[in-house]
């Protein structure tokens, strides 16, 4: 199983639909991101948590809200979709090491109509 | 402004050795990663450098000067599960990533 989860993979919606989108993790990591991904750019941060009670706004948070319910839950909100929220979406995860590398999940490619 | 240049695509031939160029303007710098990502999959760490020089992990390297603002990935003896797109990325001094929009890596038939 995968150590960062997201659900769902894949959805359709139409414009002005609320979406969620729901990222856990069993890596015992603080720190949880939201990503998304167009093509020909590079990766975008949405929104950012250090711990449950830390939200922070990345570079692109107009029109998305996030919950951070617990260590390991992240969800990522889209309370009226528009077309150009259409992406792939990601969430990652980091520790404490050196590196600060990022854990990624599988993606959420969402398409708003 | 903040910015990230790598190429957009490059083709090698198997067995190969590749070199993947990336060129950084940001505020600050806390290092540099890089990032492979197969087409409809998650991006996943490949190196960190912080410092000047080379690291070197198996057939990846991954070489850092920070007087340039420049870093190249080499990949030696290129095979087919190599070919992904490959992500530059620079921690800010606010500890935040600027992503590269990534460079596509094909093999040559």
């Known amino acids: 199983d995968a150590d960062v989860t997201q659900t769902p993979r894949n959805r359709i919606t139409k414009t002005g639909k609320r979406i969620m989108l729901e990222c ?17 750019l590079g ?12 939200i922070n706004k990345g570079e692109i948070s ?52 | 402004g903040q910015n990230i240049d790598q190429p957009t695509e490059m ?10 160029n990336c060129t950084y303007q940001t505020s600050g710098f806390n290092g540099l990663f890089w990032y492979q ?7 996943t760490f490949l ?8 690291e070197e992990k198996g057939r990846f390297s991954s070489f850092l000067s920070r007087s340039k603002g420049y870093s190249y990935l080499l990949l030696k003896e290129f095979q087919m599960k190599d070919s992904a797109s490959y992500l530059c990325a620079v921690m800010d001094s606010n500890y935040q990533l600027i992503w590269g929009a990534g460079t596509k890596l094909i093999i040559k038939p």
């Open chain 1, 24 to 40: 856990s993790q069993t890596k015992g990591h603080d720190r949880m991101y939201w990503y998304r991904q167009d093509p020909g």
């Open chain 1, 43 to 54: 990766l975008r941060l949405i929104y950012y948590s250090f711990d449950v009670k830390d």
């Open chain 1, 62 to 113: 107009d029109g998305y809200s996030v919950s951070r319910q617990a260590q390991a839950k992240f969800s990522l909100s889209l309370e009226s979709a528009i077309p150009n929220q259409t992406a792939l979406y990601f969430c990652a995860t980091s520790g404490t090491s050196d590196t600060g590398e990022l854990f990624f999940g599988e993606g959420s490619r969402l398409t708003v109509l």
């Open chain 2, 11 to 20: 083709t090698a031939t198997e067995g190969a050795i590749v070199q993947i």
């Open chain 2, 37 to 43: 990502q197969h087409a409809g999959e998650a991006p």
């Open chain 2, 47 to 54: 190196s960190y450098n912080v410092l000047d020089g080379l």
